[in-house]
């Protein structure tokens, strides 16, 4: 039996799959984390690739034979799996949004730790809530819908075929980026509305006696009250997030639709 035959056609329509699965595995949450080798990532690429491919359909006739032509459908595949990513991406984002207001109102915003995936300082309250997202988007099986809109990105734009950015697309991006807010505050707000009534309180309590202390009195006071109420709020966070995730896969299904020249 003699080894089968791969035109041009059908390496270049793989070459353009694997350039999407990789932005996709490069930033996308969890998988796309700089702690995770390298070669496993390129691994986890390819194989989702050699998986994948076959069962895409593209057309032969697009498959371009030059070099400008083949960088131009790159640059597309690469734009797309950016995209996709990204817009995953939010979800677990909010978390550090969260945590920058709550460490704000518990007067914690000058202990940071170094988050390693981006590499800069984030308040330790930013890092625990980042975590325990992390439990919450892979139970709410995160992971597979990552997976899902990459099958959903070939069946709704082949390889070859993305379209040039229509004003509905920034439309979509600029409100999953506002969801990702409105998820921030939904998270923080039972925290935020103990802690200003608490604030109010302790302010009341130093003009009607100057001799107290308020500083040193209610600093403890606020860390300890923030982390309590944000222990009993945790029951509702994996509702938030599940819905945030569900948005975001409606959101990747109609971003799909634009691009979709179909």
Avoid at 141 to 157: R, T
Wanted: proline share 6%; charged share 10%; aromatic share 12%.
């Amino acid at each position: 039996m003699g080894a089968p035959v791969i035109n041009a056609s059908e390496f270049a329509a793989f070459v353009l799959v694997l350039l999407r699965l990789s932005m996709v595995v490069a930033f996308a949450p969890i998988i796309g984390s700089p702690n995770i080798v390298t070669e496993a990532k390129v691994a986890l690429a390819l194989t989702l690739s050699f998986v994948i491919a076959p069962l895409v359909a593209y057309d032969a006739d697009l498959m371009p034979m030059t070099w400008f032509g083949f960088a131009w459908l790159a640059i597309g595949e690469l734009i797309m799996g950016l995209t996709l990513a990204f817009m995953v991406r939010l979800v677990l984002e909010t978390a550090n949004l969260a945590g920058e207001y709550l460490s704000f109102q518990m007067s914690m915003t000058m202990v940071n730790l170094m988050d390693p995936q981006s590499g800069a300082q984030v308040p330790v309250v930013s890092r625990l809530v980042y975590i325990i997202f992390i439990f919450i988007f892979l139970i709410a099986n995160g992971h597979l819908v990552v997976i899902k809109a990459l099958v959903d990105s070939f069946d709704l734009v082949p390889p070859g075929l993305m379209l040039i950015w229509r004003p509905e697309s920034f439309t979509e991006i600029i409100q999953a980026i506002g969801r990702m807010y409105i998820l921030a505050v939904k998270i923080a707000a039972p925290v935020v509305g103990l802690l200003f009534c608490t604030k109010v309180s302790f302010g009341i309590v130093a003009k009607a006696v100057p001799q107290m202390q308020v500083l040193f009195v209610g600093m403890p006071l606020y860390i300890l009250a923030g982390l309590a109420l944000m222990g009993v709020s945790m029951d509702f966070w994996p509702r938030l997030v599940g819905q945030n995730l569900f948005e975001a896969q409606e959101a990747i299904k109609r971003l799909l639709t634009i691009f979709s020249p179909f």
